[in-house]
């Protein structure tokens, strides 16, 4: 545990030193909400707060995507990768390191959302309603997570970045994130439910207001944990297979 | 007692054999030289002995137990062939990085002081020059106070001074009871550490001696000429007819041409070469196999 800790850390202290890593996560959400949340939803309480949480959604995913994408990826083509790997400890508290390293990083990126939301909106919350939500965020982290370790693990780091780029907006745009509950174009409100954006923003949007998740996409949510859980632990065992057989 | 041993250990890439029923044993106390060209299986055989990689055939052992386990390789220290460091850390963090996976590590400064990095704790190693990174490399095997140091061709890339910076280094690690296993291509570097060489060809060990029975045998040269029929020679290892030339290798060229000469036989085109390590090895060893196949 001790040792997942200083992982951890220093897998912070590596994003950290380049921030553009973190700003590149956070840019996309925070830009949403200027152009879109605050001049069209930012005077209705309710709206705003739903969009807020749309966001906040949006960002999770990205930064989730592409910091296990891009890092995973650019970390295997490192010689120190294999250097950890001599050191008496097994892959657990490396892999733990980076997961909180992760959900740090996400945290950090929600931060700008959340302040334009409080400062520019009419968006509001109680405080149970944001403990709730802070929760939720660390849940619907797991898929994007899976999804990003699951490219981060079969690609290399040029393909990652690419792969994890094209997903990444179909992603948003179809799961009914950039519009509120209900008002999205009729095929997005098609194939929605059956994107894990919708299951996970439909969480959010529980979490922040008076919302009921649809059961599709809550069960389309799980059968897509499970399938990317079988996807990130087959690229995992494959790229061991490969390099450290 | 032994700390690390390969027994009749095989290493297959593909359709490459890398490694050819290898045996190897690394008693406590020991610095022992693999020594071998580019592409010999010397770093697929230390791969395989730090458990970052599985034999396709064959046992190893790390302190009596699994390499890939996570307690053998409690008592270990590694230099890998390519120094990767993360660019943006400092010198010191990185240290303080691998100093958390040892329960006794050496303090940070006293590790770089020894090293000759102290000016640079504070530089992020992206910012290192290539022999300032391998010297870093190298200490990091030294943190956790290790019993077994394991470095692959720890002074690649490096000028005459860092290099005897570090074999001072290793020496003294030694002279305190450490126990050294190090790659390398050059022999000088092998004889100014080593006291037991192991030689690495094809993926086979060629040879397993002290330094001095090595030094003699790579020590052959070759002696080229173009005779018709010559007497046999004292001292030839091996004989080979190339294009109408005659190649002898011994170990004593000057006692050899003598020879020639006070046998009176007709010779032209005289030529004296030193032989490549690799050349050394193979011709003794495939002459040993199958004297009759020189080519």
């Known amino acids: 545990m001790q040792l997942a800790l200083t992982h951890a850390r220093y897998q912070l202290l590596e994003t950290i030193r380049i921030p553009i890593a973190i700003f590149g996560s956070a840019f996309f959400p925070a830009a949403a909400m200027l152009f879109f949340v605050v001049p069209f939803a930012g005077k209705d309480p309710v709206a705003a707060t739903f ?39 097994g892959p ?19 931060i700008p959302v959340v302040v334009i939301a409080a400062t520019l909106t009419e968006a509001r919350i109680t405080p149970m309603a944001f403990l709730l939500a802070l929760v939720t965020v660390a849940v619907i982290s797991v898929p994007f997570t899976l999804m990003g370790l699951s490219i981060g693990y079969a690609l290399p780091s040029k393909a990652a970045i690419v792969v994890a780029q094209l997903v990444f907006f179909p992603l948003a745009f179809g799961g009914g994130l950039l519009s509120a509950p209900g008002s999205a174009p009729g095929f997005v409100e098609a194939i929605a439910p059956y994107l894990p954006t919708r299951g996970a923003v439909e969480l959010m949007w529980a979490a922040v207001g008076h919302y009921e998740p649809a059961r599709l996409s809550l069960i389309m949510l799980g059968v897509w944990l499970v399938l990317l859980a079988a996807l990130g632990g087959w690229a995992y065992r494959r790229d061991e297979g490969r390099r450290f057989s | 007692m032994t ?31 693999l020594l071998g060209p580019n592409g010999a299986g010397k770093s697929t055989l230390i791969n395989l002995l730090v458990g970052l990689r599985r034999p396709t055939s064959g046992r190893v052992e790390l302190f009596g137990g699994d390499p890939r386990d996570p307690a053998s390789r409690r008592q270990i220290g590694v230099t890998p062939q390519e120094t990767g460091l993360p660019g943006t850390l400092r010198v010191g963090e990185v240290v303080d990085f691998v100093s958390a996976h040892y329960p006794d590590p050496i303090p940070r400064n006293e ?32 943190v956790g106070r290790p019993r077994l140091v394991v470095l692959d061709e720890p002074t690649t890339g490096l000028d005459v001074e860092a290099r005897h910076t570090l074999w001072e280094a290793i020496r003294a690690f030694h002279a305190d009871g450490g126990t050294v296993l190090l790659s390398s291509h050059y022999l000088e570097e092998v004889e100014a550490l080593a006291q037991r060489v192991v030689v690495i060809g094809q993926g086979r060990v060629l040879a397993d001696d002290s330094v001095d029975a090595v030094r003699a045998v790579v020590g052959v040269r070759r002696v080229s000429l173009t005779a018709d029929g010559l007497p046999s020679l004292p001292g030839v290892v091996r004989t080979e007819q190339v294009d109408g030339r005659t190649h002898l290798l011994t170990a004593d060229a000057d006692q050899l041409v003598r020879d020639l000469v006070t046998s009176g036989v007709e010779f032209r085109d005289l030529e004296v070469r030193p032989t490549s390590l690799e050349e050394a090895f193979l011709a003794i060893t495939t002459a040993d196999a199958q004297p009759a196949a020189a080519a």
Do not use: H
């Open chain 2, 111 to 142: 590790l770089l002081d020894q090293f000759g990095l102290s000016e640079l704790a504070r530089r992020q190693t992206g910012g290192l020059s290539g022999g300032q990174k391998r010297r870093l490399a190298v200490a990091l095997a030294f």
């Open chain 2, 3 to 33: 700390l690390a041993r390969a027994d009749r250990v095989s290493r297959r890439y593909g359709d490459v054999l890398a490694l050819d029923q290898v045996d190897l044993e690394v008693r406590a106390g020991e610095l022992v030289g």
């Open chain 1, 51 to 89: 969009a807020t949480a749309s966001m906040v959604t949006f960002s999770v995913m990205s930064a989730n995507i592409f910091s296990y994408g891009v890092g995973v990826a650019e970390d295997r083509q490192q010689p120190w990768d294999p250097f950890t790997r001599t050191l008496p400890a």
């Open chain 1, 92 to 110: 657990a508290p490396r892999f733990a390191g980076r997961v909180l390293a992760g959900l740090t990083i996400t945290y950090l990126s929600l």
